[in-house]
């Protein structure tokens, strides 16, 4: 069974830093585009970075560039999405999801497995 599970959200002061971790489970995610997304609230998904499949090029949105990394760790089957200088802005619902083109998308349609999502508040 395919399945991608995030973790790692929760309360941050302004500034502050959380690492999102999105596991993989049926599939290796190696194999995938990876992308991580992000929904606040009355406001439209939006994607924040994707790592392709090997050899693994990176993208960022311009709002997080600088702030955000993603990486892989092909080991434990799982991408993490390291956020630093978090802003209020930042605040949403951040899911990962997996695409079988390797190549990376912002297009959330092209993406076929997703996570639940976890919530990350920034806020003092």
């Known amino acids: 069974q395919v399945q991608l599970v995030e973790s790692g959200g929760g309360l941050v002061q302004p500034g502050g830093s959380l690492r999102l971790s999105c596991a993989a489970s049926?599939?290796?995610?190696?194999?995938?585009?990876i992308g991580w997304f992000r929904q606040a609230p009355g406001k439209e998904r939006e994607g924040v970075s994707c790592i392709s499949s090997s050899p693994g090029s990176k993208y960022y949105a311009a709002f997080v560039k600088g702030r955000f990394t993603i990486s892989r760790d092909n080991a434990k089957n799982t991408v993490y999405l390291q956020m630093n200088g978090l802003k209020p802005e930042d605040t949403a619902v951040y899911s990962c999801?997996?695409?079988?083109?390797?190549?990376?998308?912002?297009?959330?349609?092209?993406?076929?497995?997703w996570g639940q999502g976890t919530q990350v508040t920034v806020s003092s």
């Open positions: 049926g599939f290796t995610l190696d194999n995938y585009a």
């Open positions: 999801a997996a695409q079988t083109r390797r190549s990376c998308s912002s297009n959330a349609g092209t993406y076929e497995y």
